[in-house]
């Protein structure tokens, strides 16, 4: 028997999860707590940090600057297996666990978020949505090319479309509505601030079917993009990953049919709840990313910099910003590497995640504004880094959830 099922059985349904508890079990079957990586990990991480220095590198400075969506880096992505990681090999995917998906966020993440967070939404939440929850014949139609990242050799990756004008962090208060017509559902309403809006093929969205069941009226359905009635709307001139592609989607009378509809009626906002889990594992490794290559960025600019006399790292004030930076970093890598090994081991990641990503992304935030600091006057120009990092640090402590609904998410564990 699988610890999760051991955990499962011992653990009632719905209770919060209890550390003590879990590791007790984990203790009786000789499951012991190691750090190292394996030679797979350890290789994955180098074609990771190889592609970031060599693929996507290369012009990020230009494709910040005018917005241009990476196409050509997320192509080759997907060439390497990066586009479905954890997808199971007979439906396309790379059969790799999270903590490969990590340790690649991480290296992608320290040069290029725009591309990182298009690798992330169709990772996390959109290729293990469907392969977590989805029918058979909607693996097979939707999932084997999305894990790919290509069909007929072009593009094809998927957005998650929950976020509306009205419903953020109030994730419940859906307005899109999915009429049931019978054989089909009829679409209608407005999604916001989609990442890979307009360069997706395939819309996981989340719509009230009906609206006196509350959370338990939601819905989730598989859209094609090229579908009579869907639109893309206007995008979004962002502060920062400018390179990734946020838009409005519209819905006008979109037929839907009935299998595109993901599990059983009602089950849209669990769903997208369960999902979003995984997903703040990826938007806490691409923070974690955001801080460490700041990190390495002060570091080498410290080491050669000169001031009253001497290289910056001489001076105290800078040792201890780079301590504190490498220790913050430090943390942020082990809760997000447990966060992935909880969910490979099938545990609850529910809390663990939601810690992950408020720590990375506050650290991302902070490490990244203090690397501008070291840097000085350097540092507000665009051929240092630093600034875009910082720029790009703040979207991971408001999407997947704000850093107040992943405080929501864990004081509710602890209070229970
Ligand atoms: N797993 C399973 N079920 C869950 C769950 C989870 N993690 N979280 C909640 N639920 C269930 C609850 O048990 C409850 O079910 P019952 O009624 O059967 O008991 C139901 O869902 C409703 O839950 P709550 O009462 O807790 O809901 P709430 O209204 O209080 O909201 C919230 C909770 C945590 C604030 C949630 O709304 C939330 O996470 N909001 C943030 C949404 C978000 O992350 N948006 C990101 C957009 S996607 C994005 O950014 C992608 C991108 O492009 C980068």
Redesign the pocket.
């Known amino acids: 028997m699988k610890v999760g099922q051991i955990i499962q059985k011992n653990i009632k349904a719905?209770q919060i999860i209890d550390y003590d508890a879990q590791f007790v079990l984990l203790a009786k079957k000789n499951i012991t707590m190691q750090f190292q990586l394996s030679e797979e990990h350890l290789m994955i991480r180098q074609a990771a940090r190889d592609f970031a220095q060599n693929e996507c590198l290369p012009g990020v400075i230009e494709r910040d600057e005018t917005q241009t969506f990476p196409r050509e880096q997320i192509k080759k992505l997907a060439d390497l297996g990066f586009m479905g990681m954890m997808v199971k090999p007979e439906y396309g995917g790379s059969g790799l666990d999270t903590i490969s998906y990590v340790l690649a966020m991480e290296e992608i993440s320290k040069i290029d978020a725009s591309v990182s967070?298009c690798m992330?939404?169709n990772n996390s939440?959109v290729c293990y949505g469907i392969q977590e929850y989805g029918s058979e014949e909607q693996k097979h139609k939707y999932l084997t090319p999305l894990a790919q990242g290509k069909k007929d050799n072009e593009l094809y990756i998927g957005?998650?479309?929950?976020?509306e004008p009205e419903a953020?962090?109030?994730?419940?208060s859906q307005r899109t509505t999915a009429e049931d017509k019978g054989d089909y559902y009829l679409l209608n309403g407005t999604k916001n601030?989609?990442?890979?809006g307009n360069s997706a093929s395939v819309y996981l969205v989340i719509a009230q079917t009906d609206a006196t069941k509350?959370?338990?009226g939601i819905n989730a359905f598989i859209v094609e993009k090229n579908w009579p009635g869907v639109a893309v709307g206007v995008k979004e001139n962002k502060l920062g990953i400018r390179g990734s592609d946020?838009h409005t989607i519209l819905f006008n009378d979109v037929k839907v049919p009935k299998e595109n509809r993901i599990g059983k009626d009602g089950f849209g906002?669990?769903f997208?709840?369960?999902t979003?889990?995984g997903?703040?594992i990826g938007?806490a490794s691409q923070a974690l990313g955001i801080a460490s290559g700041a990190y390495e960025l002060a570091l080498a600019y410290s080491k050669q910099r000169k001031a009253f006399g001497t290289e910056i790292m001489n001076h105290q004030i800078i040792q201890f910003k780079l301590a504190d930076m490498a220790t913050r970093i430090e943390a942020s890598r082990l809760l997000c590497l447990k966060s992935a090994w909880e969910k490979d081991q099938h545990l609850d990641y529910?809390t663990s995640s939601s810690m992950a990503k408020v720590f990375s992304s506050e650290t991302a935030m902070w490490t990244a504004t203090e690397a501008v600091q070291i840097h000085g006057g350097y540092g507000f120009v665009k051929e240092y880094h630093v600034e875009r990092l910082m720029r790009d640090a703040k979207i991971t402590q408001?999407?997947?959830?704000?850093s107040e609904?992943q405080r929501?998410?864990i004081s509710?564990s602890i209070l229970k």
Do not use: Q
Not at 168 to 172: I, M, N
Not at 193 to 196: A, E, Q, V
Not at 398 to 402: K, N, V
């Open positions: 719905n967070v992330s939404v939440l957005a998650f479309l929950l976020s953020g962090s109030d994730a419940t601030w989609i990442t890979n509350g959370s338990h946020t906002f669990k997208a709840m369960k979003l889990a997903g703040r938007i529910g408001i999407y997947e959830g704000t609904v929501i998410v509710r």
